[in-house]
């Protein structure tokens, strides 16, 4: 059974940021190299792909499921290579996830007949139990976190239950990426995930809603071991915290800090959270284990 993930280009016209390793490609790729199957990925936005490239790779690389993100502004043309990946493949399973088709799951398949399920919030358990079933030639039209077609109808099952014990996650399938082209400035800036879900309700963000009212968080041990895994196995001394609010519980991310000095890791990085979850002696603490900048939502 082979997968294979898409990262759909952003649309002609649009400002595009340099490319980054997209991390929840990165994790679904992980939970499925973990449970044996095989898996690659065709970055659209690292190699500049075309659609006729993107069906090429398809023809060439042959796999049963084609999985795609989308967020707002690359929806439609993750919409496009799900019509591509019909065209060239008409027995494989196209799978849509992301923020975006998360809040327009039944919309996305009205508007696109090629597109088999959506894929609803959190990702890996629900694309590892949707691969199984199609790998046993069972039903796959009530897994959990899902919404699809059957009979003509569209069918949406419950959400699935957020995954409570983050430290269970492999670390993400960042070797499946084409490395050389996230080089900025000499640099590959690595991205780490400590946390999923917010204990805020911003009328403007989508991460509480996606990820749940509820803060949770790997050990800091856990994220400095793939801390120092990445530097180790790729010697790049510069990471990118991608928690929506890295400070929430701050003696953790001081837990974090006093880890990444007691193992001597000379590292830099940045994180984003909030200016009232901050003080004066953690932010010492961060520069001190390697802290560069912090953004902050005003």
Known sequence: MQVTFVNPPYPAGSHRHPPFIPLGIGYLAAVLEKNGYDVNVIDCQALKLTLSEVE?????????????????LTYKSALKIIKVAKKALPNCLTVLGGSHVTFWDDNALQECPQLDVVVRKEGENTLLELVQRLEEGKSFHDVVGTTCRKDGKIVKN?????????DELPYPAVHLFPLEQFNKYGNIIFPVMTSRGCVFWCDFCTAVRMFGKKYRMRSPKKVVDELEYLYKKYGEKQYTFYDDAFTVNQARTEEICNEILRRGLKIKWDCETRVDMVSKNLLLKMREAGCIAVWFGV
Do not use: A, M
Request: hydrophobic residues 25%; charged residues 30%; aromatic residues 4%.
């Open 56 to 72: 090429n790779e398809l023809r060439k690389r042959q796999p049963d499921v084609v999985g795609l993100t989308s967020t707002t």
């Open 158 to 166: 419950p959400d699935r239950p957020y995954i409570e014990n983050l």
